[in-house]
């Protein structure tokens, strides 16, 4: 649905993106990820048609975004990080007013359908300045997909809500996702790690990992790292612990009873760990996978991508 090959935007003398090259499958939650300022928006709004690219080339359900720009707004709802409402309208009278503009046939059936998908039909005629921020999220929602597009491209869709907002608008993004593609951009890792199908780490306007978030945890985590809770310990377990065949390291938590093992590659020193936590006469708790977190990859990804270019 998204294809782009050496995607470069340049404003004056500075390059906001630099030869993004990615994909995008139908019915497939992208997340675009990176701090901000790394060129997400930018990306964001070449690929709605909102503004043409210095170099490269992308496509949007098989249409070109220069040539054929046209053709792929129709085929595109864009929510933008500030969405654009008019607080004087009803959720409706707004709702009509940008269905003319697209000229959307059966427009008043549309509406009610659309208001029913994002959950405002009790709200459809409340003033839209009169809504919550998370309700006038809805109603951008509700704009966005008011032509039933194929492809949703949402830019920071939850900033500024509170936690019982962003549940809501999570949930309401994963449902789209099994019948459009969906591309949203965000710095919040934990929204990409519960939604996407699949991340693109950017970072100064270049992309510098992808894949899905639990490939790229794998990858960053290299060997596995344990946890284990033992009731007590000392010095002397984490020497023994140490010398097990297939540990790397053992490195006690300050105020916790857990230790962290890594292991090396290849190794599951799981059984050995616990049978000599217990022969050592020390109670075994908990013994489990530490994980990497996507902040951790993010982080690490970025920081590497700064350091290489001050090189």
Do not use: W
Not at 14 to 27: D, S
Not at 87 to 110: A, F, I, K, N
Not at 218 to 227: K, N, R, S
């Amino acid at each position: 649905m998204i294809s782009t090959s050496g995607l470069t935007k340049v404003y004056g003398v500075h390059p906001a993106i630099r030869g993004l090259t990615f994909e995008a499958a139908p019915r497939e939650i992208l997340g675009f990820l990176g701090p901000n300022g790394a060129g997400k928006t930018t990306t964001m709004r070449i690929l709605a048609g909102f503004m043409p690219p210095t170099d490269g080339r992308a496509t949007v359900a098989g249409f070109d975004v220069v040539d054929q720009s046209l053709e792929v707004r129709r085929r595109v709802g864009y929510l933008p990080e500030t969405v654009p409402l008019y607080p004087d309208l009803t959720v409706t009278e707004y709702l009509d007013y940008m269905g003319s503009l697209r000229h959307v046939p059966d427009l008043d059936r549309r509406i009610e359908e659309v208001l029913e998908e994002v959950a405002l039909v009790e709200r459809s005629e409340s003033y839209v300045g009169n809504l919550s921020k998370g309700l006038r999220q809805r109603v951008g929602l509700a704009q966005a997909l008011l032509h039933k597009p194929q492809v949703l491209i949402l830019d920071e869709p939850t900033i500024g809500l509170d936690p019982a907002q962003i549940i809501e608008v999570r949930r309401l993004i994963q449902e789209l996702g099994k019948e459009r593609t969906v591309m949203l951009s965000t710095h919040i890792l934990s929204e990409a790690q519960a939604l996407c199908d699949r991340v693109l780490i950017i970072n100064k306007g270049v992309i510098v990992a992808e894949d899905t978030p639990a490939n790229l945890q794998a990858q960053l985590a290299g060997a596995e790292q344990l946890i284990l809770r033992v009731g007590s310990h000392d010095a002397a377990l984490l020497e023994s612990l140490s010398r097990l065949p297939g540990v790397a390291r053992v490195t006690a938590q300050p105020g916790s009873e857990e230790l962290r093992v890594e292991t090396s590659p290849g190794h599951d020193v799981r059984a050995r760990l616990a049978r000599a936590v217990v022969e050592k006469g020390f109670d075994l708790l908990e013994l489990r996978p530490a994980g990497v977190s996507l902040e951790a990859v993010f982080l690490q990804l970025t920081q590497d991508a700064a350091g290489e270019e001050n090189d």
